[in-house]
Structures are given as structure tokens and as C-alpha cells.
């Protein structure tokens, strides 16, 4: 893409993979039906640990110009595993774009676990 002669440039913005992640991390945990962040090896551990640590759960890469992110979350039990990952993608997807200005490529739900309330 040409630039407009009118544009001046002053630098370039570089946004780092931890951004990105605070980024998600917020709009993730905002999301309904998320209790939290776990990490990508929970799968296979006795229990999965609940963190709020943006960086522990989500993994972000750039590919071509355009981002890929990975979240790894415990929802809650009694929730719509699709409905909750549905709204996730959504919410990381709206947030990142909108902060960023660059395209999400992809964005993939790894669901660790589901917390069960002591109510249940």
C-alpha cells in the first residue's frame, strides 16, 4: 500500500507478544463462563492451577503480519463449552484488532478444565 502525501512518518510501533497477551487476558477474563487462565501443560497434571497472570495462559505469535494467539482456560461447570469458547474468541478478537490495528488470524480455546462451585 502507497502512503498519502499528506502522511508524515515518524517511526514504526512495534507491539510485543506480552502486550497482546494483556490485551486477551482482559477481554478473556471478562468473558462469561471463564474462572481463569491455566497453563498449556495442565493437560496430563493432577489438577490444573488458576493463575489471573497474562502471560501464563495465552500464547501469542506473529505470522506474517498477522497474529495467532492461543488461550488456555478453566470454565465453569454447568456452562456450554462452545458457547463459552464462542464468546471468547469473540471477545479476544474484538479487543486485540481494535487495540492493536492489525488482524487476529487465529485464535484457539484450550479448555484445561471446569470448576466445579462448592454449591453444585
Known sequence: MGKH?????????YVSPTAIATIASH??????????MASKNAIGEFA???TRD????????FVQD???????V???????????AASVINAVRF???????????????????LRVNKDD
Open 27 to 36: 477481554a478473556l477474563m471478562t468473558s462469561y463462563g471463564v474462572v481463569g
Open 48 to 50: 490444573a492451577t488458576l
Open 5 to 13: 502525501s499528506d502522511e508524515k512518518d515518524f517511526g514504526t510501533i
Open 95 to 113: 479487543s486485540v484488532e481494535k487495540s492493536v490495528g492489525m488482524p487476529v488470524q487465529q485464535i484457539t480455546v484450550h479448555v484445561q478444565g
Open 54 to 61: 497474562p502471560h501464563h495462559g495465552i500464547s501469542v505469535q
Open 74 to 84: 478453566i470454565i465453569e461447570h454447568g456452562t456450554r463449552i462452545s458457547s463459552v
Open 66 to 72: 498477522q497474529i495467532i494467539i492461543d488461550v488456555y
